[in-house]
Nanobody, 124 residues
Framework: QVQLVESGGGLVQAGGSLRLSCAAS????????MGWFRQDPGKEREFVAA????????RYADSVRGRFTISRDNAKNTVYLQMNSLNAEDTAVYYC?????????????????WGQGTQVTVSS
């Protein structure tokens, strides 16, 4: 069982930056692919980014590539999402997720563990 706790959300002006953190209750390096998703009310959960077990491979949604960076600090069992050049379309609840598949997947149902989410609001 893996418990995930996100932090770092908040209100930011368009063009600004935020860094989200996701702390895991157990060691995730070498075992879990980690991902970030986001969801607006009334919409489906959307893939944002994923990072491989060791952090050597990453995958991004087209909508965030070049603006967001996912990284992990395995010594701290923590995954980060650095978000730059934010715009109003990035407003959502952001969720951290973990899967023990080695595939760098963007499919939500393949992730077994989820955090409670953190709200990101970008004002235009």
């Amino acid at each position: 069982q893996v418990q995930l706790v996100e932090s770092g959300g908040g209100l930011v002006q368009a063009g600004g930056s935020l860094r989200l953190s996701c702390a895991a209750s157990t060691r995730t390096s070498g075992t879990y692919t980690m991902g970030w998703f986001r969801q607006d009310p009334g919409k489906e959960r959307e893939f944002v980014a994923a990072i491989s077990w060791a952090g050597g491979s990453t995958r991004y949604a087209d909508s965030v590539r070049g603006r967001f960076t996912i990284s992990r600090d395995n010594a701290k069992n923590t995954v980060y999402l650095q978000m730059n050049s934010l715009n109003a379309e990035d407003t959502a609840v952001y969720y951290c997720a973990a899967t023990n598949t080695a595939v760098l997947t963007a499919t939500p149902y393949l992730f077994s563990y989820w955090g409670q989410g953190t709200q990101v609001t970008v004002s235009s």
